[in-house]
């Protein structure tokens, strides 16, 4: 079983590799670093919250443990 400061280091490292990828396509697209920016933090701070409430729900489903 993981901690919960474990999940949210996980969390956390796996948010800035794909924020920083939003934050690049972000920029191309829209061609405003201040929006792109802007997109990106909403996104951090959106899927670290779903991804620790992910881990924690599956934390609790014993299906395929072993």
Sequence with gaps: ME???RSV???VSWRLTG???TL???WI???SIGM???ITVIEIVTKIVYYWIHERVWDQI???RQ
Excluded: E, P, Y
């Design 3 to 5: 901690t919960h400061i």
């Design 9 to 11: 280091v996980k969390a």
């Design 19 to 21: 924020s920083l990828d």
């Design 24 to 26: 690049i396509i972000s």
């Design 29 to 31: 697209v829209t061609g």
């Design 36 to 38: 792109a920016t802007s």
């Design 62 to 64: 014993k299906w395929g």
